[in-house]
């Protein structure tokens, strides 16, 4: 590890400490919320990963259905965001925070000054265990402020309350219940990229130029990060086994920006640094697989059928969900489950 990653770990945990306490799941100035007068409401979640922006469209949603003469900011970290709310009309501005503060305090503090001078009258923080988004929540100087956690004695008993999509959700409609607003117990809303019904055409012009347009298409993405990424034999003997299975269907690899491949490039592929033309591509796939990774979550935000591969523990909070959706286990299952659900979804 370099003593760079060093110094932010420490760095980072030191925030967290100093932080954990500022605000609470009641810390407002009291009363009921009219919904006809929460006309800008900021979310926080000041993180700069595809998945992670992806992964908070259910709340944006929550946002403007419950408030739906409201404008929304969001603040963030990084370039994403203006390609993942591109088609939600309901965002007003996108405040980035700089990638390097201490290297670019001037552009550092003007976020913080710009947060500030907003007349916003809620503010909500997705993450609780994030140290700049609760610095945002407590710096705005809105009535209304959602620090991201509940109070002690709350415990929220959902199935899926584990969902890194849907637990802000929930604590955010428990924090709105204090305010007399009732909770409707609602399904939460899917991952959406909103794709216009031009991108998905175009999406399958991509696909029908690449493999054979009369054929189902079986979609892989064999790449992610760190030990998420399952290795080049793993893919081989699964890729050996989807032609086997599938021979009169198509399979086309998505290929990562890395421009990567565990099978070799054996399958005809397609490669796109474009996040809302990837999309529009998965949007016209039958069926998607590919391991823990933002790409999997676009899949989902673009709603194709998404089977998630997991050899973590991790696999209730990032599941792919909706559509017909879902996390497959690789410690417990094997390839002819993987071939058992791909064919679940295939001939539905």
């Not at 932010?8 to 925030?15: A, E, G, K």
Request: proline share 5%; charged share 25%; with cysteine.
């Amino acid at each position: 590890m370099s003593n760079l990653k060093k110094v932010n770990i420490v760095r980072r945990s030191l925030m967290r400490t100093l932080t954990k306490n500022i605000g609470s799941a009641g810390n407002s100035k009291g009363g009921k919320i009219d919904t006809t007068k929460i006309k800008k409401v900021l979310i926080c979640r000041p993180n700069g990963r595809l998945g992670n922006m992806l992964l908070i469209t259910p709340l944006v949603q929550e946002v403007s259905k419950t408030f739906p003469e409201c404008k929304i900011d969001v603040f963030v970290k990084g370039m994403v965001a203006p390609i993942v709310f591109e088609k939600y009309t309901d965002i007003d501005k996108i405040i980035h925070l700089p990638k390097k503060p201490f290297k670019e305090l001037i552009k550092y503090f003007k976020v913080w000054t710009l947060i500030k001078a907003q007349n916003y009258d809620l503010v909500i923080n997705v993450d609780q265990n994030s140290s700049s988004g609760r610095l945002a929540a407590q710096f705005s100087s809105a009535k209304y402020k959602f620090f991201g956690d509940l109070p002690e004695n709350v415990q929220l008993n959902f199935d899926d309350y584990n969902h890194i999509a849907k637990y802000p959700v929930y604590n955010f409609r428990y924090f709105l219940s204090q305010f007399g607003l009732e909770d409707k117990k609602e399904p939460v809303a899917l991952i959406d990229l909103k794709l216009s019904q031009e991108e998905i055409a175009n999406g399958k012009k991509i696909v029908n130029d690449i493999v054979d347009a009369d054929k189902k298409t079986i979609a892989i993405f064999t790449y992610a990060t760190g030990e998420k990424c399952y290795n080049p034999t793993w893919w081989e003997a699964f890729y050996t086994e989807l032609k086997k299975e599938f021979p009169n269907d198509n399979i086309l690899e998505v290929l990562p920006v890395e421009n990567v491949s565990q099978i070799n490039f054996q399958a005809p592929s397609f490669y796109s640094k474009d996040v809302r033309e990837i999309g529009s591509v998965l949007a016209n796939v039958d069926v998607f697989i590919s391991a823990d990774s933002g790409i999997m979550h676009l899949s989902s935000a673009s709603k194709a059928p998404t089977l998630g591969l997991f050899s973590g523990a991790n696999i209730k909070k990032y599941e792919p969900y909706g559509n017909g959706s879902k996390g497959l286990d690789t410690n417990i299952l094997g390839v002819p489950d993987f071939i058992k659900e791909i064919k679940a979804i295939l001939e539905k």
